[in-house]
């Protein structure tokens, strides 16, 4: 006979108990805050792990006498514009309550939203600059709307004061992964209980919680109330349903891991199979039906093959090969703006059609519009300036962006008037389009100078027939740079230029 004995999971609070255990990581962090003048910024995505910590850090601030608090915490939230909106909505009000409760509480510690620059956002890196949705292979996206906002507000204070503490909710029992490089890290403190930051010089880090279990961050939180008067009960209520993973963390380097399957992230995130959190919100709760156009949205862009939207030419224009295959690259002007439409059909459903607090939601904010149209018009040469007409189609309402700063060389007529001649041959038309751009945007300087250079980077980008022509032009190119010989003096063209029929050689001109 075979007895199973089930083994409870050890808790961090086995020791002292619970209520002792809470205690001395409150005096703990008291003492670590009294040790130095050097300011802390505490990592705060709103959910459990960050909540958890906040709440001990907030607990042993309030429990110092007010002379006692003589250096600034602050508390930072990275918004990246795509998160889950019933999560960026609870975030955002999450902090405008705390910002008026450490106020009437005497407490030094201050709450702040960040988020991306423009032009790190990720509709104007995707709709604007063309990049496709994010990948394992191409993620694109965390240095951009995570790394870099979080980093440039800690490197700040480590400008401002010399040296910055991060409190973070990072545990070891989340992951192997995750416990490997705690452990490692650990190993290098400087300071009892404050480990390095690889990526931030003169950043330590503080992980108050770093051995409990997800268990005992959740009986914390159940039996510990809310000192800034927010619900963890609440909280509670919008994991259910979700995965295991948990949430996203407060990211400051590429080592940190993705949000996954977590409820907490972006809710384009094509880096994972299906969005199980907000497919779980909609399913459990009808009044969270407003988000299907989200969903379905998200869908479009995971793709297996989206080959078809992208130019076979990467960003730069050239003609790369992989097993035989051009490598594409960004979306074609078609796909981004097919994208704007479906997001801007979506937010304006979800405003007629939502509950009363996303009557006002933007998906898209005005400045990544205004960006997004400059790329187009200016980066890209698509002087139709198809945006402002998407916009009012879309949103059924008049743009809401200013003149564009630009004079575009041809007017709507004479667009029409070389899409006639050119018929079907699109690279035919971006081509001649970009000429007249280069030489209109070139007319009015006194020095014309970059103006062959920009011409001949046009010709190259359009030169091909098609993709068949560019593939085989670049089988050739590859041909020529294997049996290219060393450089000569001679004068003669270069192997590749003729591999690529951009010149022809002396003999054959000669015909």
């Known amino acids: 006979m075979t007895t199973d004995l089930t083994i409870r999971p050890r808790s961090a609070f086995d020791d002292l108990g619970f209520a002792g255990s809470i205690d001395a990581l409150v005096a703990q962090t008291q003492e670590l805050y009294l040790a130095d003048g050097v300011p802390w910024v505490v990592g705060y995505s709103g959910g459990k792990d960050s909540t958890a910590v906040l709440q001990i850090v907030w607990r042993a601030l309030a429990g110092l006498e007010p002379q ?227 969903l379905d949205l998200r869908n479009a862009l995971d793709v297996a093959d989206d080959r078809h939207l992208r130019d076979f030419r990467r960003m730069n224009g050239s003609v790369q090969l992989f097993h035989d295959r051009p490598i594409h690259g960004p979306y074609k002007q078609s796909a981004r703006e097919d994208w704007l439409k479906r997001l801007l059909e979506a937010q304006a459903w979800i405003r007629e059609n939502g509950p009363e607090y996303v009557r006002a939601l933007d998906l898209i904010t005005l400045p990544e519009l205004e960006e997004i149209r400059r790329m187009w018009v200016v980066d890209k040469h698509e002087f139709e300036d198809h945006l402002p007409g998407i916009y009012e189609a879309a949103m059924g309402e008049p743009y809401p962006g200013g003149p564009l700063d630009e004079h575009l060389p041809l007017g709507s007529d004479m667009i029409e008037a070389l899409l006639e001649v050119v018929g079907d041959d699109r690279l035919h038309f971006e081509l001649v389009r970009e000429l007249l751009d280069v030489e209109q945007r070139h007319r009015a300087q006194v020095r014309r100078a970059g103006l062959f250079e920009s011409l001949e980077k046009a010709l190259r980008r359009g030169f091909y027939d098609d993709e068949e022509d560019a593939t085989m032009r670049a089988h050739q190119r590859k041909a020529a740079i294997d049996r290219t010989p060393p450089e000569t003096e001679d004068g003669s063209p270069d192997p590749l230029d003729l591999a690529d029929g951009y010149v022809r050689a002396k003999a054959e001109s000669a015909q």
């Open 68 to 294: 006692q608090r003589t250096k600034p915490v602050h508390v930072i939230s990275t918004d990246t514009l795509v998160e889950n909106p019933v999560v960026a909505a609870w975030v955002t009000h999450s902090l405008d309550v705390m910002a008026a409760a450490a106020e009437e509480q005497g407490l030094p510690l201050t709450p702040h939203r960040l988020t991306p620059t423009v032009t790190d956002t990720f509709w104007v890196n995707l709709i604007g600059r063309g990049y496709p949705a994010p990948r394992p292979k191409f993620r694109w996206c965390t240095e951009r709307l995570k790394i870099k906002p979080s980093n440039s507000f800690i490197r700040e204070m480590v400008r401002s004061h010399g040296e910055a503490i991060l409190v973070l909710g990072t545990r070891k029992a989340e992951s192997s992964g995750r416990h490997a490089r705690m452990a490692k890290l650990e190993s290098r403190r400087v300071r009892d209980l404050l480990s390095p930051n690889d990526s931030l010089p003169n950043a330590l880090v503080y992980s108050p919680v770093e051995n409990w279990s997800n268990d005992d961050v959740w009986t914390f939180l159940m039996q510990s109330a809310n000192p800034w008067g927010y619900s963890n009960k609440e909280l509670l209520t919008m994991y259910q349903g979700a995965s295991a993973d948990g949430e996203c963390p407060l990211v400051v380097d590429s080592s940190t891991p993705s949000c996954g399957d977590s409820r907490f992230g972006c809710w384009t995130c094509t880096l994972v199979e299906k969005d199980k959190s907000m497919s779980a919100m909609i399913q459990n709760d009808e009044e969270k039906e407003w988000m299907l156009p989200l």
